[in-house]
């Protein structure tokens, strides 16, 4: 007789023996694992609307960070190189691209691979153009965001934007914007706006 059934027997009280008390902390039964299950699974059910709304604010967070950065990087490089930067918008292909005004003769005559006849021609030449921008700290990537399915934002929609003309924001040398307004996107159920200051060209948002 084990001590604990010794201690029963000195009561008088009925005590299960040492087989029937190992049986019984064995496991669980199969009713106590369905139990279990059961309330796993409201509580999953209960957690998917926090949990899509998670993943929504993360993605749009993180898509307004990269188009402020954008604009931001483009008024610095204009008050930083003295050229004229702009951001374009392509609402119908859901992308943004960084650029910067370049004169024609500056561009050719620092090309060795234009000829001399030709550089002749084109000294003292005041045509521009645009060049885009060499992404932040990868000199040989162009300098793009892409909202469309596949790319690291993919379903991130550009809604609307409000600058005059609607296609671009330009900073000139100073980092002034030629116009203020803000673009406008949207994932899932989430919508967010990012703003030009019209006078300073701060950039923010209402995150």
């Known amino acids: ?40 699974g409201i509580i999953l059910l209960l957690a998917q609307p926090g949990v899509t709304s998670s993943l929504e604010d993360a993605r749009i967070r993180a898509a307004a960070a990269e188009v ?25 292909a859901e992308s943004l691209v960084a650029e910067e005004k370049r004169w024609v003769d500056s561009a050719l005559l620092n090309d060795p691979s234009v000829g001399a006849v030709h550089k002749s021609k084109v ?21 793009l965001v892409n909202f469309a399915s596949g790319y690291l934002f993919g379903g991130v929609d550009i809604v609307a934007t409000t600058f005059t003309p609607t296609t671009h924001v ?6 002034i914007p030629n116009s203020g307004g803000k673009m406008t996107i949207r994932y899932g159920s989430r919508t967010v706006a990012i703003s030009v200051d019209a006078k300073t060209g701060l950039v923010t948002d209402n995150l």
């Open 68 to 92: 402020s950065s954008m604009l931001r990087y483009a008024q610095t490089t204009a008050r930083n190189t003295g050229r004229a930067c702009k951001v374009t918008f392509n609402v119908s």
């Open 1 to 40: 007789m084990d001590p604990l059934q010794e201690a029963c027997a000195a009561r008088s009280v009925v005590c299960p023996d040492a087989t029937h008390r190992r049986n019984g902390a064995a496991g669980f039964s199969l009713l106590e694992l369905m139990i279990v299950v059961l309330i796993l």
């Open 123 to 143: 000294e003292g030449s005041t045509a521009q153009y645009w060049k885009v921008m060499p992404y932040p700290g990868r000199p040989t990537e162009a300098y």
């Open 170 to 175: 330009e900073f000139d040398p100073r980092g």
